[in-house]
Nanobody
Framework: QVQLVESGGGLVQPGGSLRLSCVVSGFTFSTRTMGWFRQAPGKEREFVAAIRWNDGNTDYVDFVKGRFTISRDNAKNTVYLQMNSLKPEDTAVYYC????????????????WGQGTQVTVSS
């Protein structure tokens, strides 16, 4: 059973930075991709970024390219989302998820999800 635990959310001013972490346990051979999604109040959950576990290949949604960076530390079984130049519209609950597919930006391809961590960008 794959378990995902996110941390690192909080309140930050516009233009600031945060780094989210996702500790992964219970890996199986079919866990190929780790992704970050987000859901703002009243909106559908949306894809943010993904990383292929074995070689670090990455994929991003257009509106975070150049601002967010996804990475992983194999030794720590941890995936990170470094978020820079944050904007109020980045405010959302951010979720870490695991998938057997690559590439994938569809939440239905992800079979395991963390509990989410709140990110609030406000002055």
């Amino acid at each position: 059973q794959v378990q995902l635990v996110e941390s690192g959310g909080g309140l930050v001013q516009p233009g600031g930075s945060l780094r989210l972490s996702c500790v992964v346990s219970g890996f199986t051979f079919s866990t190929r991709t780790m992704g970050w999604f987000r859901q703002a109040p009243g909106k559908e959950r949306e894809f943010v970024a993904a990383i292929r576990w074995n070689d670090g290949n990455t994929d991003y949604v257009d509106f975070v390219k150049g601002r967010f960076t996804i990475s992983r530390d194999n030794a720590k079984n941890t995936v990170y989302l470094q978020m820079n130049s944050l904007k109020p519209e980045d405010t959302a609950v951010y979720y870490c998820a695991a998938s057997r597919y690559w590439p994938s930006s569809r939440d239905r391809d992800y079979g395991y999800w963390g509990q989410g961590t709140q990110v609030t960008v406000s002055s």
